[in-house]
């Protein structure tokens, strides 16, 4: 590629010093003069249309038209000059006709729909009314200067020739329009992606319209000779144009063009110079005759520019701040949303051939770090994480914080082998512990991570699917990472229709309450009931707790499903009472959420006084996550212990217990997690399971605690469980969780 730029350069440089030399060596001979710069100018043009049909074959589609314009308008370009160089050749002199001429206002014709077509394609929803008069002013002075300096000599030249005037005008005119998309686009074009392009774009056209002007002038004093000023400017900018296709093609992932940021300098210094270009040329017209007005007026027209560019200076600086601020989150000093926003669509429209990874960052139970450690720490750790993803980074990753705990990082040139990679890299720099003043705090993280195009083409769609893949990764455990492809598309689509039916299902009465016994391991009578919930939905059928509850616990649901829970499980334990069935315990599973909701006592003195059943038949069960907080929970737990309801632990040994806490709190029963049974096994390899489940049950009673073994399955682990005075069990050996009538005839029997 660099190869390449350089063979091009140096190709203009050697057209530009041979046009020089040849001028200088055959300035006496018109016709060979003459048949230099035709040569070269027609080369100039052949490698601009070159350009053109190189870009127009290697751009995406929505630029093609553009391009395609432009090579149409260079045929008839290059179809001008080679009829002026074949009319040269053959008549041994300057000549020229009408219908090169044609041609060549055909090609300008044909530029001047592309400009407009271009123009159009941008979005303009950000172009300012200044801009607009700043356009107005420039228009005006140029229209001026034509007017006075070509379009009137043009029309005393054509001895008031209709036909003549309106040929002579048609070429001025239509350049003026060209000069005024040219002058637009010089407003609303992203400098920072088309620089290159768009400067030679812009400075072509310019230089044509310069030599096109100066043309017109010089031909309405009959003073044009081959090799003048004008055919450099021609010259010089068909070579600037051929550039701007030879850029085009080259960055091929260069994007439509976009509004700029507002820039104080078009606004302001553009119409200043419009200003000081027509106050020099009206005091040329009368051969500089200033008197002491005029030369006040000039010197109180130049301190107002000088004293408007210190505002400009001053201003500019405040503009650059807000701008930053505007797309900085002010915390962590990375980029912030709307960057994002504005960079993910930018990369995606940028790129053709190349795949985009996003990925999807947050931080797992940074909310309770920072609600129970305070805000000011929860800061720190937000600024240290950043600063940890941010140093992983390589130079074409960029990183961004969304707000919050969640932060995303946009992969250019991806591969499989890096995503992963990167993922990894971010994964074990967030999880070493952050060391905050007098706290050490250890967190994970979680990552989504969608691919363009493969898993979208927008911007909604990408960011939609990283997030999808990113909580899933939190589903499954957390502290890892996870793709978005088909199959996690129908988890997700599951996961979706669960949240949104879960309301439907109390509504519609598909929630059901199934009854798991609990038994006396060496009597082997039942003496309680765990209420468990159940869900037959319309679509999936029966759908497992350990699937539907996280989810409503996550929005929130579950504070009205565990009141429904409660209600029905208080209700259907009086009934059977009712019946003369031995009244026992039932106990019914009580949500952190429902905890942190409030309310709580008054659902479950409501659930009691509705249903007519005692306190002491009612058994609340919470798990050790619980622990967390005490200060929110240990309040609750003992007024409802005062109430006369019993309190137990569920999985204990699993997550949060504290001998500290659990002494704290007024709890009765703490219920062995089945892991610790399902080790049980008769293959005399299980001692240290089994010395682990003694040592529980042995803390337990000294606590005074009882302690319910779960997930009882073989006469094998019964006995091994007694022997360790396990006095409680429940399990498939006694009974799996039943319906109602089936209970009931349980209840009957007595002993299982």
């Known amino acids: 590629m660099l190869k390449e730029k350089r063979y091009i350069i140096g190709f203009i440089l050697v ?10 060596l055959f300035r006496s001979n018109e016709w060979l003069a003459s048949l230099d710069i035709l040569v070269l100018q027609t080369i100039a043009v052949a490698f601009c249309f070159i350009q053109f049909y190189k870009a127009y074959k290697k751009t995406h589609s929505q630029q093609k038209i553009f391009w395609h314009l432009l090579s149409i308008g260079t045929v008839f370009y290059l179809i001008g000059n080679s009829l002026w160089l074949f009319m040269q050749i053959i008549n041994g002199g300057f000549l020229s006709t009408s219908v090169e001429f044609f041609f060549w206002l055909l090609a300008r014709i044909i530029y001047l729909v592309a400009l407009f077509y271009r123009i159009r394609r941008i979005n303009t929803t950000k172009f300012k009314k200044v801009y607009f008069f700043n356009i107005l002013i420039f228009m005006i002075t140029t229209v001026a200067i034509t007017i006075y300096y070509l379009i009137e000599p043009t029309v005393n030249y ?24 040219i002058f637009i686009l010089s407003y609303l074009v992203h400098k920072k992606i088309e620089s290159s392009v768009m400067l030679f774009l812009i400075m072509g056209f310019v230089m044509t319209f310069i030599g096109d002007t100066y043309y017109s002038y010089l031909e309405t004093y009959n003073s044009y000779y081959p090799g003048s000023l004008v055919n450099y400017f021609w010259l010089i900018g068909t070579f600037l144009l051929g550039l701007t296709g030879y850029y085009a093609k080259r960055n091929r992932e260069v994007r439509d063009l976009s509004t700029e940021d507002f820039d104080l300098q078009k606004v302001v210094i553009n119409p200043y110079i419009s200003t000081l270009v027509l106050i020099i040329l009206v005091i040329n017209s009368y051969d500089w005759a200033v008197n002491a007005l005029s030369f006040g007026v000039l010197i109180v027209i130049g301190m107002i520019i ?17 701008s930053y601020l505007a797309y900085h989150d002010p915390l962590t000093n990375l980029s912030n949303r709307a960057k994002f926003t504005e960079t993910l669509e930018l990369e995606m429209e940028r790129v053709q051939d190349r795949e985009i990874s996003l990925l999807l960052i947050d931080l797992d139970r940074f909310k309770v770090a920072n609600d129970t450690l305070g805000h ?11 600063k940890r993803i941010e140093e992983v980074l390589e130079p074409d990753m960029q990183v961004f914080r969304l707000g919050g705990d969640e932060f995303a990082v946009i992969i250019l040139q991806k591969t ?10 971010i994964l074990q720099n967030i999880q070493k512990p952050f060391k905050i003043n007098d706290y050490e705090v250890s967190l994970t993280a979680s990552i989504g991570i969608s691919v363009f195009p493969k898993n979208g083409k927008s911007y909604e769609e990408l960011f939609k699917f990283a997030d999808t ?18 199959d996690l598309s129908e988890v997700m689509g599951r996961r979706l229709r669960i949240e949104s039916d879960l309301r439907k299902g109390l509504e519609k009465n598909q929630f059901k309450l199934y009854y798991q016994p609990k038994v006396d391991l060496l009597s082997r009578e039942m003496i309680g009931m765990e209420a468990l919930l159940r869900w037959n939905h319309p679509e999936f059928g029966w759908i497992s707790p350990e699937e539907f509850i996280p989810i409503a616990e996550e929005t929130g649901q579950v504070v009205a499903i565990g009141e429904w829970v409660l209600r029905n499980a208080c209700k259907q334990n009086k009934i059977w009472q009712e019946k003369g069935l031995p009244a026992i315990k039932v106990c019914v599973n009580v949500s952190v959420k429902q905890f942190q909701h409030g309310g709580l006592l008054m659902i479950i003195e409501k659930a009691l006084e509705e249903s007519g059943l005692q306190p002491h038949y009612l058994e609340i069960e919470v798990t050790e996550s619980i622990m967390q907080n005490t200060s929110e929970t240990s309040e609750v737990l003992h007024q409802i212990r005062e109430m006369g309801i019993e309190i137990a632990i569920d999985d204990f040994g699993t997550g949060y217990s504290s001998l500290t806490v659990i002494q704290q709190l007024p709890i009765d029963t703490i219920k062995l997690d089945k892991s610790f049974i399902t080790g049980i096994k008769d293959d005399n390899q299980n001692n240290n399971q089994i010395d ?19 997930g009882v399955e073989t006469e094998y682990q019964l006995m091994k469980l007694i022997e360790s005075r396990c006095k409680i069990g429940q399990g498939y050996l006694f009974s799996k969780p039943v319906e109602p009538s089936q209970l009931e005839e349980l209840l009957k029997r007595k002993q299982l």
């Open 692 to 710: 682990m489940v003694k040592t529980i049950i042995t803390l337990g009673e000294n606590l005074k605690l009882d302690v319910v073994a779960e």
């Open 376 to 386: 000011q720490i929860g800061d720190e750790i937000l600024v240290k994480a950043a």
């Open 416 to 425: 499989d082998s890096r995503c992963k990679g990167m993922a990894e890299k």
């Open 306 to 322: 000088i004293r408007q560019l210190f505002i400009i200076k001053e201003n500019g600086e405040l503009i650059d701040e807000y």
């Open 158 to 181: 054509a001895e008031h020739s209709v036909v003549a005037i309106i040929i002579t005008l048609m070429y001025p005119t239509i350049n003026l329009s060209i000069l005024l998309m």
């Open 15 to 24: 057209n530009a010093f041979i046009l020089i030399g040849w001028n200088i």
């Open 469 to 486: 893949a990113m909580y899933l990764a939190k589903d499954s455990g957390k502290n890892g990472f996870k793709y978005y492809d088909d």
